[in-house]
């Protein structure tokens, strides 16, 4: 049974439900979680944070319930559309179901909803391109980006893969290399080819 020192006071709190069913999930009581986040939605239906960490905890890999894990995230969306956080997970749910145009969509809305970040996603687009086999295109767009955001990590680790994969393993070293200049989080990618 669910139980918290908060619930004591008051257990017709959707935020406490939803909060406990974080914990929970945290804490690795996957059945918990899940009737702890499906309390929280009872009790609030329009609960953005309970339909998005629901969302999120059924598309872990622990639980794998992918089509319902996508609908919680789509109802989160229909209450707040603007979210960069949901966005993300959006655009990740969309990429696993191999639906590029959705997962673009939600990646160009997250640069509108976060200009700073707008570089991020601008490579993470371009470099999806390769994942669905448009490697030529993506190579276009994610060197129209090196030049656009010189010194940019993010966009020359995304080159590293569509070169190996078109075999061009001299220009796949070449990006790989950049990366190792710009000191990426200590891995050098040179050293893989």
């Given at each position: 049974e669910i139980n918290g020192k908060a619930m004591l006071v008051d257990d017709s709190v959707s935020e406490l439900w939803a909060s406990l069913g974080s914990l929970r999930?945290?804490?690795n009581h996957i059945d918990e979680a899940g009737k702890a986040?499906?309390?929280?939605?009872?009790?609030d239906p329009k609960n953005f944070s309970a339909w998005r960490w629901y969302g999120d905890f059924l598309n872990k890999s622990t639980v794998r319930r992918y089509d319902e894990g996508l609908a919680a995230l789509e109802k989160a969306e229909?209450?707040?559309p603007m979210s960069r956080v949901l966005n993300e997970k959006l655009l990740t749910a969309?990429?696993?179901?191999?639906?590029f145009a959705a997962n673009r969509a939600h990646a160009e809305r997250a640069a509108i909803i976060d200009p700073a970040s707008a570089r991020k996603y601008e490579s993470y687009i371009a470099g999806?391109?390769?994942?669905?086999g448009e490697l030529a295109q993506s190579v276009f767009e994610l060197r129209k980006l090196a030049v656009k955001y010189p010194g940019t990590v993010a966009t020359a680790r995304n080159l590293v893969?569509?070169?190996?994969?078109?075999?061009?393993?001299e220009e796949a070293g070449v990006w790989a290399r950049r990366v190792d200049a710009m000191n990426a989080a200590g891995r050098k990618f040179a050293d893989v080819l």
């Open positions: 999930q945290g804490q986040f499906e309390k929280a939605l009872e009790l229909s209450l707040e969309y990429f696993k179901r191999g639906d999806n391109l390769s994942s669905y893969n569509p070169y190996i994969w078109l075999q061009d393993f």
